[in-house]
């Protein structure tokens, strides 16, 4: 299966705390930080919910 890298370049703060928790679940803490997963449904659903606060690409 694929592999997505997630960087969180926007804060949490001042977000819902759904949107919260749906970062930690990714595992995106502080700002700038990457984590690399495979593109599973579950996880591109997670990372549509929080678009707006990270950038998403394809992994080498």
Known sequence: MKKIKITLIKSPIDRPERQKLT???????????????????????????????????EAK
């Open 23 to 57: 970062l930690q679940a990714l595992g995106l803490g502080k700002t700038n930080s990457s984590k690399e997963v495979e593109a599973t449904p579950q996880i591109l659903g997670m990372v549509r919910k929080v678009e707006h606060l990270v950038k998403v690409e």
